[in-house]
């Protein structure tokens, strides 16, 4: 059994520096992907009722109390930024 764990160290250690960088690479590459999606508009019209129903982030909408009638017919705030 020892030797089985010798004989696994030694192959894997040296393979650590790598497999470092990899973790690294892929960490950036999530990162610069959700980062590039806070600047599209599907970002911003997904989390657009957050923010205007939000008590802290609400004064970013002009009119944000007027309601409207969506396609499905239900009443929803009007958004418009200012």
Same mark, same amino acid.
């Given at each position: 059994?020892?030797?089985? *764990?010798? #004989? #696994?160290?030694?192959? @894997?250690?040296? #393979?650590? &520096?790598?497999?470092?960088?990899?973790? &690294?690479? /892929?960490?950036? *590459? *999530?990162? @610069?992907?959700? !980062? !590039?999606?806070? *600047?599209?508009?599907?970002? /911003?019209? !997904?989390?657009?009722h957050f923010v205007s129903n939000s008590p802290f982030l609400s004064f970013l909408y002009k009119n944000g109390a007027n309601m409207v009638e969506n396609d499905k017919g239900v009443l929803v705030k009007r958004i418009y930024l200012i």
């Open positions: 059994m020892s030797s089985l *764990v010798t #004989l #696994l160290a030694n192959i @894997v250690a040296p #393979l650590q &520096r790598q497999f470092i960088n990899f973790i &690294r690479i /892929a960490i950036c *590459v *999530v990162m @610069v992907w959700i !980062g !590039g999606l806070k *600047v599209c508009q599907y970002e /911003a019209d !997904g989390i657009a």
